[in-house]
């Protein structure tokens, strides 16, 4: 009997003393390759199987294994005992059969899943030629390295209440790093993308990327602080939706935590913007069918035209507000490196809904002002109880509709209900790209302001 097979008869034969439990099974499997000066510079492959247990009485414990060999029964007694000893009362809710992914209510996804097989000769043979057509596309290159790197999920949720979901995907993931000599100084510029197959990882628009980003490095000058029509890059749009996400989550509408708390239906931003979250999009590799407490995932409009619309729900927020689960469910591991065991909201694919024009016709509509190509500090700049943001950044300066000089150390301020308000409109040059930790994406793409403060000198 597998250990799959010995957690199944664990949680359909429970203590009397536990009334629920549930086992989520998440196996990662990643291999990179990385490529440097035509030579391979990197070699790495890794496979983590993770087993999170909660059970249920009058409150919910939580416990976590790697250790494949221990006994069933002690780990779902260990996340009972648990909650016993926790300060938090409240006790989670568990998915029925009936509103699980496997009830024939799930979405189709097969198209997203890709190649079933991973050939290491194949992952070789790509991370080199895409190395080539980096060091072939970008001139005055000092040094180059692409990585190729395929990870292959899989998930599985057994409960006590019958449920048992199962999927498995690969994610194919390729990434460039090069450093320019430009102006007499070294720049470094780097981009990414994924796909859900080998063959579909688009290498155009990553050296496209890198060489937009390069002739966005002009001479610096001074700059002097207000407040100024803005185009907003899609790598800075991607960073603020890394933290931003989190002003839709139910478990935060719920507890008050969120800047947007009690405004549901209402407007919050311009017509010109729209906030989805989604299981599939054509532009990543990444799959979301059904989340940690199996509950299928589905698409989710949080801003319809600056309207604010729906939440993401886990089963426990869902609850609260008595509405329907939006297959939410997630555990964002701590940049601590501690194993988080607790369920939360996290998103699966949360974006910004992309427009008809390209960057330039943008920055020429905007006039005079300042293009954001980079920013920094993603986890400290942004206050979600009071939706207070303050970035550091650095851009150029546009004049007449064309770059003028480049600033640094700048720091976009204000609030992001009120850059919402500002969305003139979106770009059509949407960036999808994976949390640090793989467990979620968010996307952006360029979206022009009709005015942001900008600080600076």
């Known amino acids: 009997m597998d250990f799959i097979d010995r957690y199944k008869k664990a949680v359909s034969n429970l203590p009397e003393n536990i009334k629920e439990a549930e086992v989520d099974i998440e196996r990662k499997k990643s291999i990179l390759i990385g490529v440097s000066g035509g030579q391979i510079v990197k070699s790495a492959d890794s496979d983590v199987t993770s087993v999170y247990v909660r059970a249920s009485s009058e409150k919910t414990g939580y416990a976590y294994t790697e250790d494949l060999d221990e006994e069933p029964d002690k780990v779902i007694l260990k996340a009972y005992n648990n909650g016993i000893v926790s300060d938090v009362s409240k006790r989670d809710v568990i998915n029925a059969p009936e509103t699980a992914f496997n009830s024939g209510n799930a979405p189709k996804f097969e198209k997203y899943f890709g190649e079933s097989g991973v050939k290491y000769s194949g992952i070789i043979e790509k991370a080199l030629l895409l190395e080539k057509i980096v060091r072939d596309a970008v001139p005055s290159l000092r040094s180059s390295y692409a990585g190729i790197r395929v990870d292959t999920f899989s998930s599985r949720v057994i409960n006590s209440k019958g449920v048992d979901v199962f999927f498995e995907r690969n994610v194919y993931y390729a990434q460039i790093k090069i450093t320019a000599e430009l102006h007499g100084e070294n720049v470094d510029a780097e981009a990414s993308v994924s796909s859900g197959s080998l063959e579909r990882l688009d290498f155009d628009s990553l050296t496209d990327r890198v060489k937009d980003f390069l002739r966005t490095k002009m001479e610096p000058g001074t700059f002097r602080p207000g407040e100024y029509p803005v185009v907003l890059s899609p790598n800075v749009g991607v960073n603020i939706m890394m933290t931003a996400w989190q002003l839709f989550s139910g478990f935060k509408y719920c507890d008050g935590s969120t800047a947007l708390k009690g405004r549901l239906g209402e407007v919050i931003g311009s017509p010109a913007l729209s906030i ?165 994406c968010v996307g952006s793409p360029s979206i022009r302001l009709t005015k942001l403060q900008v600080n600076g000198k």
Do not use: W
Request: glycine residues 12%; aromatic residues 10%; negative net charge.
């Open 276 to 440: 989805i979250d989604t299981p599939f999009h054509n532009s990543t590799g990444y799959c979301f069918p059904f989340d940690c407490e199996g509950t299928p995932g589905r698409e989710t409009i949080l801003v319809d035209n600056g309207k604010f619309t729906g939440l993401m729900h886990n089963l426990f927020s869902a609850s609260q507000l008595n509405a329907e689960p939006t297959g939410n469910a997630g555990r964002v591991a701590l940049l601590t490196g501690n194993i988080p065991t607790e369920i939360i909201v996290t998103p699966k694919i949360c974006y910004i809904k992309p427009g008809t024009r390209p960057a330039g016709e943008m920055l020429q509509s905007m006039g005079d002002g300042v293009y954001i190509t980079e920013s920094y500090d993603i986890f400290h700049s942004i206050n979600i109880g009071s939706g207070d943001f303050a970035i550091p950044c650095r851009g150029i300066v546009i004049k007449d509709g064309k770059p003028y000089r480049s600033v640094s150390a700048l720091t976009i301020c204000g609030n992001l209900t009120e850059l919402f308000g500002n969305v003139e409109e979106t770009g059509n040059d949407l960036l999808i790209d994976e949390f640090l930790l793989r467990s979620y």
